[in-house]
């Protein structure tokens, strides 16, 4: 890109009330085809002030500084000085405080419209038992994980009307779940008869077909978890006839110590049902 022309000049702002500086420049582009093409381009540098003989030697400073080592200096043209410009009105503090109130009067009633629609669409959902809001919005009420369900049911006041109705159907949802302790459990390679509380299901496609991962969590807060074949006598029992927060009883070989969420957990192998 090549400069081939460039003057400033001045001129009144957009409510012609203080005098600005403007540029305006004419360059050539290379195309890559070969051959350029002509641009002008037209901006604002600065804003001066509302006197025209002091606008005209600033713009002037600004001129001589800024191209102080150029050979030729660009044109400035002055004439938009001569223009009329229109006095500046101070407000008085009671006129930016009626200002401030409209603003603020307007802005409620732009929120409270939203509020309203908001909380139209959010009963909707509460109808299907879909959470309304944040991270676990438009999921089932039993699907958020147990402590999440316990934090609404337990809620004894309440922003909005949403969030008690939210509260009041996460408390039938509300299971008592074994606390996490973080505790060992058994040695590698040892079997175990096992009783503990089934806390999340899952199902995941492999390139060896459809797989189950179930965790688990005993009355002592040790973490265990079982991953293996839909197709298993196991898992296809547990699927068909245990959910999530049931108690299960069987039997099963430590394979390894390892952590999963934010808590150790136990893998086990071989699981076979004893009740």
């Not at 641009?39 to 001589?64: F, P």
């Not at 200096?73 to 009105?89: S, V």
């Not at 009783?195 to 899952?202: F, L």
């Not at 699927?239 to 299960?248: A, N, Q, T």
Request: proline share 3%; with cysteine.
């Amino acid at each position: 890109m090549h400069t081939t022309y460039r003057h400033y000049y001045i001129t009144t702002g957009a409510s012609a009330k203080l005098y600005t500086l403007r540029c305006h420049e004419r360059f050539t582009v290379s195309l890559p085809a070969g051959g350029v093409r002509q641009h002008e381009t037209d901006y604002h540098i600065k804003t001066l002030c509302a006197d025209s003989d002091r606008a005209i030697k600033k713009a002037h400073e600004y001129v001589d500084t800024k191209h102080a080592d150029d050979e030729t200096k660009p044109k400035l043209m002055t004439e938009g000085a001569k223009e009329k410009t229109y006095k500046i009105t101070h407000r008085s503090p009671e006129m930016i405080e009626r200002i401030r109130t409209r603003k603020a009067f307007s802005e409620g009633i732009r929120k409270g419209l939203a509020f309203k629609k908001w909380t139209i669409e959010a009963h909707k959902k509460l109808d299907d038992e879909i959470v309304p809001f944040g991270y676990w919005k438009d999921i089932k009420i039993e699907e958020m994980p147990m402590k999440n369900i316990q934090y609404f049911a337990s809620l004894t006041e309440y922003k909005s009307e949403i969030h008690k109705r939210l509260s009041d159907l996460c408390k039938p949802h509300c299971k008592d779940v074994f606390e996490d302790r973080n505790k060992h459990f058994a040695n590698i390679n040892e079997k175990k008869n096992i009783k503990a509380m089934i806390v999340k299901i899952d199902r995941y496609e492999t390139d060896y077909g459809v797989h189950t991962s179930v965790h688990y969590i005993t009355e002592q807060g040790q973490r265990l978890k079982t991953f293996g074949s839909c197709t298993t006598a196991f898992n296809r029992a547990l699927v068909d006839d245990y959910s999530v927060y049931d108690m299960i009883e069987f039997e099963a070989t430590v394979k390894e110590h390892k952590a999963f969420e934010t808590y150790k957990s136990t893998k086990l192998i071989r699981p076979k049902l004893t009740k």
